[in-house]
């Protein structure tokens, strides 16, 4: 009884030969069963051949070959076992399931106990911190661009288009407030009160509604499971004009629930090019300069088809983790602001937290969970763990 090892075995043994799934505790065959399990154990694969002979029946020469390459393999396992190396990874694989499961318990919070729906707490037990995001080769991505009213990042939405692969989406959406002269100028795109219509460079388009619009949107996205959104320059713009329409809607939960998350193709591209082979960043000038393709610039449609060019050819396969950001983004970084105002955190900390979709309330959650939650939370993000102090100080200074 010194290990449960071996009764761990044995109980293996027997779940192989009596299934759990089907009873066998009232069949005939039961016994059987288990006294091959208990001649499995005592004397290894070639059990059946020594029944045979025991029998007075021929053994099997295959039957016979099969267990003595299995005997072979096991005690290979077992001699393997009893070296240190391999002492050393085993509990180095306990340490990290013991971690995995700690992190996840900091993550999701208690989601399993009696009467967990009806807890004081309920809110704060269901609510999961999300992980770091991670690229994957399955990934499927969906290049959008938005046209506005002007170049506040509250103004309203007035051409939206994306696409995927072979798939286009294109909606002109009739304004709510007028298009500034200098949007106007940009995009081309007028809208007359007088008679209600909208005009591209002079032509009228067929127009729909902000909530049609966006509602159209999210069902274009549903076409591809979470696919990650890519643009040019959305990071400081576009996401935020966008994130702000679809709360006016009440329809954000949805965005957050049908996207993994976004690649801004000016950072991506800031790294993949040097400025000495491209004169600027502009979409206009990238897609010149490297794919040797002139477009016309600041229509919706057509920036969504040249920036799909650019970045399925030349930029898709330089990707990397820290590129994807969480469609929380914005708002976690204006949360996690005051921490970096009081030097807690600096803005490198704030922008990992945030691209993961970490804002305050998740910290003060993990903190609340786990004596070491904030640890965790930093650790799978890549955060160096001196921070963790300071973030708990502050954080029990606020509760006071």
Request: hydrophobic share 35%; charged share 25%.
């Amino acid at each position: 009884m010194g290990s449960t090892q071996a009764n761990e075995n044995f109980n293996q043994i027997v779940g192989s030969k009596c299934p759990k799934a089907r009873s066998y505790g009232g069949s005939s065959s039961f016994n059987s069963r288990l006294s091959a399990v208990v001649l499995q154990k005592n004397e290894g694969y070639t059990w059946l051949s020594m029944v045979n002979e025991a029998s007075e029946l021929s053994p099997g020469q295959f039957t016979m070959k099969v267990g003595e390459t299995m005997n072979k393999k096991l005690e290979r396992q077992r001699e393997n076992q009893k070296t240190q190396t391999f002492k050393k990874r085993r509990i180095e694989k306990k340490k990290n399931r013991k971690k995995a499961q700690r992190s996840s318990s900091v993550k999701e919070g208690t989601t399993y106990q009696q009467e967990v729906e009806v807890n004081e707490n309920a809110c704060d037990i269901i609510q999961q911190i999300p992980s770091s995001l991670i690229l994957s080769n399955t990934d499927k991505y969906v290049v959008f661009y938005l046209e506005t009213t002007s170049l506040s990042r509250n103004s309203d939405i007035s051409q939206l288009a994306a696409a995927s692969g072979l798939n286009l989406f294109q909606r002109y959406i009739m304004p709510r407030c007028d298009i500034s002269n200098e949007a106007s100028k940009i995009t081309g795109i007028a809208f007359c009160h007088a008679t209600n219509k909208m005009y591209l460079n002079g032509r009228e388009v067929e127009t729909c509604t902000i909530q049609q619009g966006l509602l159209d949107f999210l069902d274009f996205l549903k076409l591809n499971e979470l696919p990650i959104l890519v643009g040019h320059n959305i990071t400081n713009f576009d996401m935020m004009v966008l994130e702000n329409r679809l709360k006016e809607f009440n329809m954000f939960s949805a965005f957050t629930a049908s996207v993994k998350g976004f690649i801004d193709t000016l950072k991506l591209s800031k790294r993949v090019f040097p400025k000495a082979d491209v004169d600027n960043y502009k979409q206009q000038t990238l897609v010149k300069k490297v794919l040797g393709i002139e477009y016309a610039a600041h229509n919706a449609k057509d920036d969504v088809l040249s920036l799909s060019e650019l970045f399925s050819q030349k930029l898709q396969s330089s990707c990397e983790e820290d590129d994807l950001h969480h469609v929380n983004f914005n708002s976690c970084k204006l949360s996690l602001k005051p921490l970096v105002d009081k030097k807690i955190i600096n803005a490198t900390v704030c922008i990992k937290l945030a691209r993961s979709g970490i804002n305050v309330t998740h910290l003060k959650l993990a903190n609340s969970r786990d004596v070491n939650g904030i640890k965790l939370i930093l650790t799978d993000n890549n955060v160096n763990n001196r921070y963790a102090s300071s973030i708990i100080g502050h954080l029990s200074g606020c509760e006071e």
